[in-house]
């Protein structure tokens, strides 16, 4: 089934949590962003929308340690998950965001996909496969975005993408959780790919949220 785009340039901020016990109602659908410190999730989210700044992209990776909300129609909703991997917090404060994160991703019943985000130069690191593991234990489908893909040749951007797609292969052998893409926010490569991915989870799992359910 075809559904419609979804205008994501209409993107609001609606709020910030720390913790999944203070996020919006569970209800509804998002989709949510994730990656390391320096993957370009705020730049994707950004290019995504094309509003300047919607995501604030930090000088210091990993200082966002909200959960960021942006409504994108009613009831349908992109997440911004806070940044992991090498940021200079205390092993305490990191201990903590994993928490959260692994909160968010197994209980939020309105998660509908997560969209991975990796430097294309440097992709599935140990915290890519935690990722890719807290979502596989949810059951959560998951669409790989290989950021700055104009960092690298044509050649050996394809390679990296094929490599990518083996692993995952590997992991999901029916293809039906895992998929990949490469992704420039800077020349806005893969900008239809993304929201053609973003458009079917919000719509498909918000109409299935709203169906009713069929009499026993």
């Known amino acids: 089934m075809e559904y419609p785009p979804i205008n994501f340039q209409a993107a609001t901020f609606t709020t910030s949590a720390p913790s999944l016990s203070q996020c919006p109602d569970d209800t509804g659908c998002e989709v949510a962003f994730a990656g390391r410190s320096n993957a370009g999730k705020s730049s994707a989210i ?8 919607l995501a604030r992209i930090s000088k210091t990776p ?9 409504a994108v129609g009613e009831g349908r909703r992109l997440v911004d998950l806070p940044g992991y991997g090498y940021a200079k917090v205390p092993i305490a404060m990191k201990i903590q965001w994993d928490k959260h994160l692994a909160e968010y991703l197994q209980e939020r019943n309105s998660l509908g996909g997560l969209i991975l985000l990796m430097d294309i130069r440097h992709p599935l690191q140990d915290y890519d496969q935690q990722m890719l593991n807290w979502a596989a234990q949810a059951g959560l489908p998951v669409h790989v975005l290989l950021t700055k893909s104009d960092k ?10 094929m490599t990518v797609e083996k692993r995952l292969r590997d992991m999901d052998p029916a293809r039906t959780l895992l998929s990949v893409q490469t992704f420039s926010s800077l020349k806005k490569d893969g900008l239809p790919q993304l929201e053609a991915q973003l458009s079917h989870w919000l719509n498909a799992d918000f109409n299935d949220a709203e169906s009713p359910q069929a009499p026993e």
């Open 62 to 70: 990993g200082r966002t340690q909200m959960i960021n909300f942006f």
């Open 152 to 161: 690298l040749k044509r050649g050996p951007a394809k390679n990296m993408l």
């Open 46 to 53: 950004n290019t995504l929308t094309r509003i300047r700044g």
